[in-house]
């Protein structure tokens, strides 16, 4: 990840009041990296400016930043931090293009080719703990005294003609055995949608489960057997180009103009 430092996140929900009705709910991820040598410029930008400009995009809720602790799969060299905005829209595709704008500005501080905005939507709700049977809070573990929140975000590509049977069975069985981690709180799907610039890859399913463990480490140590083991039933008719994150937060969320 060494040059990357910017890797950003948005769920979009939909709302009433103002807002149309037809108002959807959307995940808008905004991936960036610094050109070699400016990482400190690039920083002192995003921080100061480009946060404070995606604020006061309308329909903006919060932003809070999120630091990648550990990649359970090998994976594409994405930025090691997460920014997540909380946002109410009725059509992302106008957001994705204004948050896309907005990270340009950035200019020849970014490596070229870097700036990539890809947007999700949900597959349903979200899948609480409490819901699946099976489901057990996280063990302790030797050394480690507080309980720490973070999330998994597990991206995921179908097979081209399967598509249909890798969302049943994700949906149906691999989804909830995730969930039976200990110390996952909930899980929800997406799919993504929509991505700028056109022509940009990254894969086609998210699905983000939150956690609540005293070691990260042990907890993907405990992901990683179950796959092995088949506790966790495989994904069916999975394509290249899928990887695993952790993140955890590394500051407050941010509150919305």
């Known amino acids: 990840m060494k040059g990357l430092s910017v890797f950003a996140v948005a769920m979009l929900l939909g709302l009433g009041g103002t807002q149309s009705l037809s108002a959807a709910t959307y995940q808008v991820f905004e991936f960036s990296s610094p050109a070699d040598g400016r990482e400190a410029e690039f920083e002192l930008w995003y921080t100061a400016h480009h946060v404070s400009e995606i604020l006061r995009v309308q329909g903006v809720k919060t932003v809070q930043r999120f630091r990648i602790e550990q990649a359970q799969r090998p994976g594409p060299a994405y930025p090691a931090d997460v920014l997540l905005i909380t946002l109410d829209a009725a059509d992302e595709h106008p957001i994705a293009v204004k948050l896309a704008s907005l990270l ?33 809070p996280a063990p302790e573990v030797s050394g480690a005294t507080e309980l720490k929140s973070f999330h998994l975000w597990a991206f995921v590509n179908a097979q081209q003609g399967h598509e249909e049977e890798f969302n049943k069975g994700y949906s149906d069985e691999h989804f909830p055995d995730v969930i039976r981690n200990p110390g996952i709180q909930w899980g929800q799907r997406s799919k993504k949608t929509d991505i700028l610039p056109a022509g940009a890859q990254f894969p086609d399913y998210l699905a983000d489960y939150a956690y609540s463990a005293y070691d990260i480490a042990a907890a993907n140590a405990e992901v990683n057997r179950r796959l092995a083991e088949h506790i966790t039933r495989p994904i069916p008719f999975p394509a290249k180009g899928g990887h695993t994150w952790y993140a955890a937060a590394i500051g407050p969320a941010l509150p919305g103009k």
């Open 104 to 136: 340009s500005k950035a200019g020849s501080l970014l490596e070229k080719d870097a700036g990539i905005t890809a947007v999700y939507a949900p597959l349903g709700s979200r899948l609480m703990a409490k819901d699946v049977p099976g489901t057990v």
